[in-house]
């Protein structure tokens, strides 16, 4: 028999931030792909390990062990809710990730709801909509993006039905190149043609504060294994009334108050209970609240901060680079988060991360589940850059709590050494 022995995770912590949130990792390995799944926050682990004892039914029981969890349940819900500004009247639904929440509301809409977009977006901002949705093409900068939005949203309520429901759908953070959206101008331009909008708030979230009530946006939609806490769980937060005429997205028990003999004699809970059939992820609700919670005692201007010389670094270090080219939506020094996608001239994008890996640094590479995105953005940097060799894929590198100079000095470094 082979044993293959594991590395212990570590703790990964930047003194400068003592007291603020740790994630796990392990010795020697260089994580640089925090926009696809983020480590574990120490805190996520130890809120999991805490309640495990006491794992039980939630919602299904009468014992002590059962309504523990039910407790810790609906508390990880309001603190969730509370973290991203919940208003009083919202439902806070529990999904697996994002793109669960927004499926969950695909299926939710009116009928006859025209969904805008932009070809901007993730897979899952763009797939779940129905037919006869509106994808508006890639601004050059946010302004326009609000001024494409307003003309289009005055073209529809022109048209031949303008009393029907109209959801805008788009991005706090692209997944592609981190670069930040005007949500709030965009919410503002939405609620002026009397339409509905939910924002993407996957990439957002990790690194800004989020608050629906700030942002006067109707949905929100967050993945907690982007945040910290993998342990499959996301949530829908918005509107009641839309979510509470939709027909179960899961139908089972809990999504039912009386179910009759009769086939389809069946009286729906209302509120989240109506679209989270089946047994609860527990453990992922509380881990995800347990992030939130913490982020919500952290010094975020400090976090901010932090991750803004990061990614400076990060840029600058491959900007100085003659075989690497950045891929941007809006001009270079557009707001961002910590994630950056770039193609090595030359070279073949897996076969790069395949390198870097056998260096210990793991980022990702291809399209980024953005295909109509990163295949426009490769077709501007090879034409900005003048080259015709690159390849049709591309490289991000994302960056997070625990990331440090090294990783990405390291990072630097190992793509100039490439031949």
């Known amino acids: 028999m082979t044993v293959t022995l594991v590395p212990a995770p570590v703790v990964v912590s930047d003194p400068a931030l003592a007291g603020s949130l740790d994630v796990l990792g392990v010795p020697g390995e260089i994580n640089l792909d925090y926009a696809a799944t983020a480590p574990c926050a120490r805190v996520a682990a130890d809120a999991v390990t805490a309640l495990l004892p006491w794992y039980a039914s939630v919602h299904r029981g009468a014992g002590a062990l059962s ?13 969730i809710g509370d973290f991203f500004g919940a208003r009083t009247d919202d439902h806070v639904i529990f999904t697996r990730n994002t793109t669960d929440a927004l499926n969950l509301l695909g299926r939710a ?9 932009f070809a901007g977006e993730h897979h899952a901002n763009l797939l779940p909509w129905p037919r006869g949705s509106v994808r508006l093409p890639v601004p050059a900068d946010p302004g326009e993006a609000v001024r494409a939005l307003d003309a289009a949203l005055g073209e529809l309520r ?13 991005t706090g953070a692209s997944n592609v190149t981190g670069e930040l959206w005007p949500v709030a101008d965009l919410a503002r331009v939405a609620h002026r043609h009397r339409a509905r909008i939910a924002v993407d708030a996957a990439q957002l979230a990790p690194h800004a504060p989020v608050d629906l009530l700030a942002l006067d946006v109707d949905y929100l939609a967050v993945s907690g294994h982007k945040l910290y806490a993998p ?12 979510l509470d005429a939709a027909p179960p997205y899961l139908a089972g028990g809990g999504a039912t108050v009386r ?12 509120g989240p209970a109506r679209h989270e059939g089946g047994t609860p992820n527990l453990l992922g609700a509380v881990a995800l609240a347990a992030v939130c919670d913490a982020l919500a005692g952290a010094d975020r201007d400090a976090l901010h901060a932090r991750e803004q010389r990061l990614l400076a670094r990060l840029r600058e270090g491959l900007a100085a680079l003659p075989h690497v080219v950045e891929l941007r939506t809006f001009g270079p020094e557009a707001p961002r988060v910590g994630i950056v996608s770039f193609v090595v001239a030359g070279r073949d994008s897996a076969d790069v991360a395949a390198e ?3 260096r210990s640094i793991g980022v990702r590479d291809g399209l980024f589940c953005a295909h109509p ?14 080259r015709r060799d690159l390849p ?14 090294e990783h990405v000095d390291r990072l630097v470094a190992a793509l100039a050494a490439l031949d």
């Open 392 to 405: 049709p894929t591309a490289l991000r590198a994302s960056i997070g709590l625990g990331s440090t100079e």
């Open 67 to 79: 309504r523990r969890c039910t407790l810790a349940y609906e508390r990880a819900r309001q603190t």
């Open 109 to 117: 809409l009116p009928a006859g709801t025209t969904v805008v977009t």
């Open 259 to 270: 179910v009759g003999a009769a086939t389809h004699d069946v009286t729906w809970n209302v």
């Open 231 to 242: 342990f499959g769980a996301g949530v829908l937060i918005g509107r009641a009334d839309w």
């Open 373 to 386: 995105l990163a295949r426009r953005l490769l077709g501007e940097a090879a034409a900005r850059s003048g």
């Open 158 to 170: 022109r048209a031949a039905n303008p009393g029907l429901p109209v959801l805008v759908a788009v």
């Open 356 to 358: 870097l890996a056998a």
